[in-house]
């Protein structure tokens, strides 16, 4: 299995739909080696698959052992799973690690997932927020300094690893089959909670779509940042009206009340430290992606919307 | 049926529901926009405002057909009134001009956003939160933008100051020369006495976070507005001195002082 031909690529965070997805889409070209910190996931009898911490010594092992050619790094855990420090040792920490070998083991093509949560949602943030903006998320709460501080990271190494060719990815909001971040578990829920009196624009990428850029961006090699997002918006509540589901409005001023009632009742599903992205919008400009790579989204939002719809039908 | 739909079936008539559909306006497959622009909406806001238009300030435009049909542009008027009614106004008539109609988008004030209903309401209706990369992608994307350069000097000016324009701010023009937009003078009359302040709160509004607090009469006076629009003026691009930016300002300030000076010498009685 060493001795295949095909170039090689580690892909972390197996265990994620995402990351399925882009197995799926690269595993006839590619020979996959899949890892994830939080489980062991089988694939197939053909992708050795790995659950291991990045920052234990036996994760250099996988580099010495597959000799990759290049690093899809989807692997994040996400600001709902785990504590902050967890979070901050697996995220940051973690991707430090796999930067450092990628370097070490000549590796020649880096993929690192970030999120549209980096920019921040803030009262004064203009539309079409581009990649040049400042991330002001770590302003706003300590529990998404883990996301921005993975971005200033791979942003270090971008410049300081010129050979690393590393493509920063900030998508916005992952929705669709198998998704299990904040945003599909509202999609998903009969009852979703909304800040009274706020519904914000906001941008939604089917999963297949996501999969499809990320596998774009591996195969034409332009290094850099990019916002990931389709030339369409919606509010966040019509679009949960969309999805079927029954909006149940929270006080929202003055802002500690709605913090307050979601602690109190511990509701997970809307958490605290995102609150302000139920608020304000935070719309990203993904044309440069979409004119660089020649990327179009080929699920539009109705069909997004159907799906989670008819999944509710179903239960 | 939707409340939206059947809001819309109930209030937007079918011939200014042709005269909106007339409008081009780059939309998502939802009908929003970036900036939180929602067509539905607008059409019902569009129909309830023709009686405030008509009927309550008995609007009238003079230099509408000025305004370009396409590209960027950008509408600077002077500013007034406490509320932003002059805006609406303004929005309401391009949308409701016979020939090639358009939709202008309102920039406003940056606390807008932080009220409930308000700030969204105010989105979906088409304004947008006051910032320069806004009203750059704006222009970037062949819009038409109403400007009112004064800000909150404006709108907060006292009666006592009625029609004094107040100190011009010169990100317009840079934006102007940057896209290329045609700029179209505006002088409005009328909004100046539909809330007519006497002082400004200053303490409570610091309190409050909001930018002046006035003291007036809580009625809205139906004032005659007029709107006179200027001739279309382009200003080239390319590496100008911020003396020469302010120097164009003054020119567009001027023509805007003489529109207003038109609107007050036309106008035989304020209501």
Known sequence: MIKNKKPKILVTGAAGALAQQVINRLRNDYQIVAVDFRKQTYLSDDIPSYQINFNKRVFEDLFRKFEFDGVIHLGRITSSEETRMRRYNANVLGTQKLLELSHKYNIKRVIVLSTYHVYGANAYNPALIDETAPLKAAELTMDLIDSVELENLANIYLWKYRDLNITILRPCNIVGPGVQNTMSSLLSSKHAPVLAGFSPVMQFIHIDDMADAIVL?????????????????????????????????????????????????????????????????????????????????????KEIFRFYREMKRHD | ??????????????????????????????????????????????????????????????????????????????????????????????????????????????????????????????????????????????????VFPEGIRGSGKLYKDRYQLKRFGNGFMHLAMKYDATIIPLGIVGCEETIPAIANIKPLAKILGIPYVPIALPVIFPAKVRLNFGKPMKFEGGDVREEEVTRRVEQVKSVINDLIDKGLSERKRLF
Request: with cysteine.
């Open chain 2, 1 to 146: 049926m939707s409340l939206k739909s059947y809001l819309k079936e109930k209030i937007v008539s079918k011939e200014f529901d042709a005269q909106l559909k007339k409008i081009q306006k780059p939309v998502g497959s939802l009908g929003y926009d970036p900036w939180g622009f929602n067509a539905e909406t607008h059409k019902i806001v569009l129909s309830l405002y023709s009686g405030i238009y008509n009927k309550y300030f008995r609007v009238k435009t003079d230099g509408i057909e000025n305004v370009p049909a396409k590209g960027p542009v950008l509408i600077i008027g002077n500013h007034s009134g406490q509320l932003p009614i002059d805006g609406t106004l303004v929005g309401y008539a391009l949308a409701a001009r016979k020939n090639e109609p358009r939709m202008a988008r309102a920039m406003i004030e940056r606390f807008f956003p932080t009220i409930p209903f308000l700030g969204n309401f105010l989105n979906q209706t088409g304004a947008v939160l006051g910032d320069p990369v806004n009203c750059a992608k704006m222009l970037e994307n062949h819009e038409a933008v109403i």
């Open chain 1, 217 to 301: 961006s591996y195969e034409k090699n332009k290094s850099g940042i990019y916002n990931v997002a389709p030339e369409d918006w919606v509010s966040y509540q019509e679009a949960l009206a969309l999805s079927g589901c029954t909006r149940v409005p929270l006080p929202s001023i003055p802002p500690a009340l709605p913090k307050f009632i979601t602690k109190v009742l511990g509701l997970n599903i809307f958490p605290q430290f995102l609150l302000n992205y139920f608020k304000y919008p935070v719309v990203i400009d993904g044309r440069s992606f979409n004119q660089t790579f020649g990327f179009k989204v080929k699920r539009p939002l």
